[in-house]
């Protein structure tokens, strides 16, 4: 009788583990949750006078967020454009100053055709002609002259304004980018900068990332990496916080074509002599998959 029992606490205990063990979810790799990560700099130096973000909060690619103090460019700029206008003030008007010699020309012209009418009825002498015509080749040549020294002095100046125009384009690109426009759309998740701090170029203003896709970088041994190809669609599992699994699918976007030891934040001190395969899974986020968390997959 007091074998039966024994027995019989055998098998209920049997069937409680088997019953535990039947719901327990397998997995074929585990990692954690990241996400594509972008620091945002600043491209000017200056006093940064209104900087519009906070850490969690969504923001809008091409969003205005603030602006760095650009007074100075905009004095240098002013400068530039009242030095075009005195550059271009000084170019020649050729009209004007070759009027007098086409005026020249033209009574010469007028007398060309007097004389040599004179000249057919014999009532002038043949060299009045010839010195009317040399008198029109001289004129003919000073406006030439005239009109090529006006041209190059016209020349000179125009580069001189082209030169202050591209430094004008320089000042306006430089202005651009005093304005403080969020480049792509996603979560802010570190503000390292505030207003009314001193900004320069190249200093790191916020992190940002689209969290709406999310990334999970799991690792599988080298036997598991036959059974896996890239847009290959898996299960992911997360805990729910109820001692179960929150199920959903995801898609593989990357294998590491090498192998590398495996990482030590996941695995057991034994474990991280074994070389494993590292691949990304993407995941459509309803906001509750956090960077950091930790999540497995089924192939």
Same mark, same amino acid.
């Given at each position: 009788?007091?074998?039966?029992?024994?027995?019989?606490?055998?098998?209920?205990?049997?069937?409680?583990?088997?019953?535990?063990?039947?719901?327990?979810?397998?997995?074929?790799?585990?990692?954690?949750?990241?996400?594509?990560?972008?620091?945002?700099?600043?491209?000017?130096?200056?006093?940064?006078?209104?900087?519009?973000?906070? %850490? !969690?909060?969504?923001?809008? @690619?091409?969003?205005?967020?603030?602006? &760095?103090?650009?007074?100075?460019?905009? *004095?240098? /700029?002013?400068?530039?454009?009242?030095?075009?206008?005195?550059?271009?003030?000084?170019?020649?008007?050729?009209?004007?100053?070759?009027?007098?010699?086409?005026?020249?020309?033209?009574?010469?012209?007028?007398?060309?055709?007097?004389?040599?009418?004179?000249?057919?009825?014999?009532?002038?002498?043949?060299?009045?002609?010839?010195?009317?015509?040399?008198?029109?080749?001289?004129?003919?040549?000073?406006?030439?002259?005239?009109?090529?020294?006006?041209?190059?002095?016209? %020349? !000179?100046?125009?580069?001189? @304004?082209?030169?202050?125009?591209?430094? &004008?384009?320089?000042?306006?690109?430089? *202005?651009? /980018?005093?304005?403080?426009?969020?480049?792509?759309?996603?979560?802010?998740?570190?503000?390292?900068?505030?207003?009314?701090?001193?900004?320069?170029?190249?200093?790191?203003?916020?992190?940002?990332?689209?969290?709406?896709?999310?990334?999970?970088?799991?690792?599988?041994?080298?036997?598991?990496?036959?059974?896996?190809?890239?847009?290959?669609?898996?299960?992911?599992?997360?805990?729910?916080?109820?001692?179960?699994?929150?199920?959903?699918?995801?898609?593989?976007?990357?294998?590491?074509?090498?192998?590398?030891?495996?990482?030590?934040?996941?695995?057991?001190?034994?474990?991280?002599?074994?070389?494993?395969?590292?691949?990304?899974?993407?995941?459509?986020?309803?906001?509750?998959?956090?960077?950091?968390?930790?999540?497995?997959?089924?192939?």
């Amino acid at each position: 009788m007091k074998n039966t029992k024994i027995i019989a606490i055998f098998a209920l205990f049997a069937i409680v583990f088997s019953a535990c063990t039947g719901d327990k979810i397998s997995f074929d790799a585990s990692g954690s949750f990241e996400a594509e990560e972008t620091i945002i700099s600043s491209e000017s130096a200056g006093v940064i006078k209104e900087f519009k973000i906070e %850490e !969690g909060q969504t923001l809008k @690619a091409g969003q205005n967020i603030g602006y &760095i103090d650009s007074v100075q460019l905009y *004095l240098r /700029k002013q400068q530039l454009l009242a030095q075009i206008n005195a550059v271009v003030s000084k170019k020649p008007d050729v009209s004007v100053q070759i009027a007098a010699l086409q005026s020249e020309l033209k009574t010469a012209e007028r007398e060309k055709i007097r004389i040599s009418n004179l000249v057919k009825t014999n009532s002038v002498p043949t060299k009045q002609l010839d010195d009317v015509e040399a008198q029109i080749e001289v004129l003919n040549r000073q406006i030439a002259a005239q009109k090529s020294a006006l041209n190059i002095s016209t %020349e !000179g100046i125009s580069k001189d @304004a082209i030169s202050l125009q591209v430094q &004008i384009e320089q000042l306006n690109d430089q *202005l651009s /980018k005093c304005k403080l426009i969020n480049p792509t759309a996603g979560t802010v998740l570190a503000k390292y900068a505030e207003t009314n701090e001193m900004s320069t170029v190249g200093k790191p203003l916020y992190k940002i990332a689209d969290l709406s896709n999310i990334i999970l970088r799991v690792y599988i041994t080298g036997d598991q990496l036959p059974k896996v190809k890239l847009n290959q669609n898996v299960k992911v599992l997360t805990d729910d916080g109820n001692g179960g699994f929150k199920e959903t699918s995801g898609t593989i976007s990357w294998i590491n074509d090498k192998a590398e030891f495996t990482p030590k934040t996941i695995q057991t001190k034994n474990e991280r002599a074994n070389m494993v395969y590292a691949i990304k899974v993407n995941v459509k986020n309803d906001g509750s998959y956090k960077i950091g968390m930790y999540g497995e997959i089924r192939f």
